[in-house]
Nanobody
């Protein structure tokens, strides 16, 4: 079983940048496909970005494509989300998640993930 902890959230002005980290412990980090999700105020949790076991494949929600970059460092057991050109609509609690099974296949469906972090708040002011 893998334990995930997010960090790096905070308050930023529109147009600014943040980098989220997701540190993992337990399990074999490279055996998991990983993803970032977010839950905007009053809305359901939604897919943001996903990455395969070695970073060779990535996927993004249309709303963040070109602004966010997902990456992972298997040697450090850490995943990242670089967020640039932030908008007020990016305000949400951001979660990282890990999926067992095929570690090369990116999942967009939150129900396909087995482990979740506790979340980190990102607030973008206008």
């Amino acid at each position: 079983q893998v334990h995930l902890v997010e960090s790096g959230g905070g308050l930023v002005q529109a147009g600014g940048s943040l980098r989220l980290s997701c540190a993992a412990s337990g399990g074999t980090f490279s055996s998991y496909a990983l993803g970032w999700f977010r839950r905007p105020p009053g809305k359901e949790r939604e897919f943001v970005a996903g990455i395969s076991w070695n970073g060779g494949s990535t996927a993004y929600a249309e709303s963040v494509k070109g602004r966010f970059t997902i990456s992972r460092d298997n040697a450090e057991n850490t995943m990242y989300l670089q967020m640039n050109s932030l908008k007020p609509e990016d305000t949400a609690v951001y979660f990282c998640a890990a999926a067992r099974g095929s570690n090369y296949r990116i999942r967009r469906n939150r129900y396909e993930y087995d482990y979740w972090g506790q979340g980190t708040q990102v607030t973008v002011s206008s």
